[in-house]
Nanobody
């Protein structure tokens, strides 16, 4: 079992930055692929970014490419999402997730952290 706890959300003006963190406990993050998802009011949850457990390959949604950076510190068992040049459209609850590399779906989810970008 993996427990994930997000932090770092808040209210920021358009053009600003935030850094989200996801602290993991229960198992070491080195065993898992990790990702960030988000869900805006009235919309379905969508993929934001992912990082593999090995090689640290990264993947981004087109909507955040060039503005967001996903990273992980396996020694601290923590996942990060650096968000720059934020837009009102980025307003959502952000969730971190973990999966066994062989699985297609994410196995573990955090409770989410709210990000609000004002215009």
């Amino acid at each position: 079992q993996v427990q994930l706890v997000e932090s770092g959300g808040g209210l920021v003006q358009a053009g600003g930055s935030l850094r989200l963190s996801c602290a993991a406990s229960g198992r070491t993050l080195t065993d898992y692929d990790m990702a960030w998802f988000r869900q805006a009011p009235g919309l379905e949850r969508e993929f934001v970014a992912a990082i593999r457990w090995i090689v640290f390959s990264t993947y981004y949604a087109d909507s955040v490419k060039g503005r967001f950076t996903i990273s992980r510190d396996n020694a601290k068992n923590t996942l990060f999402l650096q968000m720059n040049s934020l837009k009102p459209m980025d307003t959502a609850v952000y969730y971190c997730a973990a999966k066994v590399p062989q699985h297609n779906e994410y196995d573990y989810w955090g409770q989410g952290t709210q990000v609000t970008v004002s215009s």
